[in-house]
């Protein structure tokens, strides 16, 4: 019984965006988990990016999902945001340990 919970707990950790300490702040994020995109999807409908788990994990669940951006329209569609994703991928972030005195900084 321990193993499951430890195991969704792990998988749970991999849902979502990006849960770190960015050095310069992020104007953009995910409306679904509210935090910086990870694999960043955009949507069709009004162009807003969203993390690709969160996405799918939202149509998913609803029959019949709409944006949480825009809420006007059914998501039919979303591409991979490379312009989003190499931004992200050159955020400098802190240590996950900064708060015990790690100085740390890196991509």
């Known amino acids: ?9 792990n998988n749970r950790q991999f849902i979502g965006g990006y849960d ?13 988990c509210m935090l910086v995109p990870r694999e960043p999807v955009k949507t069709s409908c009004c162009g807003k990016s969203f993390c690709s788990q969160c996405l799918s994990t939202l149509k998913e669940h609803h ?7 825009c809420r006007s329209q059914k998501i039919t569609q979303s591409s991979f945001d490379k312009e989003m994703d190499k931004r992200i ?4 972030v802190y240590c996950s340990h900064k708060r015990g ?3 740390w900084r890196g991509k």
Do not use: W
């Open 20 to 32: 770190y300490q960015f050095i310069s702040p992020f104007d953009q994020h995910c409306s679904i």
């Open 89 to 92: 991928k050159e955020l400098v």
């Open 101 to 103: 005195g790690c100085e």
């Open 63 to 69: 029959s019949r999902p709409t944006c949480p951006n």
């Open 1 to 9: 019984m321990a193993a499951k919970s430890s195991s969704a707990k």
